[in-house]
């Protein structure tokens, strides 16, 4: 198990081992430093479950604006769950290999998404799924949790 410690995040509280939940930083704004919970104690032995507290995962810069990442760094982790904040109008991109859901947990009156240039508005509640290379881009404020298969990797944001 990996837990992130940084000096630039100062959580509202620890988890019972008493280490900083991980998150991953695209934009490399900050330098995390992986620890291995096992190393700290050889006694330890693998949970069969992970927990992670949005309100200290700390957001990274994404295409859509900003996002939180859960999951990312579980080594096998089939998924990635993100909180993500779009502010205004997000940059068209499409993914090789991943499929995004996307739930509305907040969103402005004319919010909305384009899917390979079609419109799609969008409010709280609604659900949308988007395969592999479907080009992609939210506009208006919003925010989502996206849940991503196979998880989340940097390497698989593509743009025209």
């Not at 957001?59 to 996002?67: I, K, L, Q, W």
């Amino acid at each position: 198990m990996l837990a992130v410690k940084t000096s630039l995040f100062s959580p509202r509280s620890s988890n019972v081992l008493g280490v900083v939940p991980w998150f991953y930083s695209c934009a490399g704004l900050l330098q995390p430093t992986l620890t291995c919970l096992d190393s700290m104690n050889s006694n330890t032995a693998r949970r069969g479950y992970e927990v992670f507290d949005f309100r200290e995962v700390a957001p990274v810069a994404c295409p859509c604006g900003s996002a939180q990442r859960a999951l990312v760094e579980v080594p096998d982790a089939p998924l990635s769950v993100h909180v993500t904040h779009i502010s205004s109008d997000a940059r068209t991109h499409y993914h090789r290999t991943r499929t995004e859901t996307y739930y509305v947990l907040e969103c402005g009156p004319d919010a909305g998404l384009y899917l390979d240039g079609e419109w799609v508005p969008v409010h709280t509640g609604l659900c949308v799924m988007i395969r592999p290379g479907t080009r992609h881009r939210a506009v208006g404020c919003m925010k989502i949790l996206n849940i991503v298969i196979p998880k989340f990797d940097g390497r698989d944001e593509w743009f025209d």
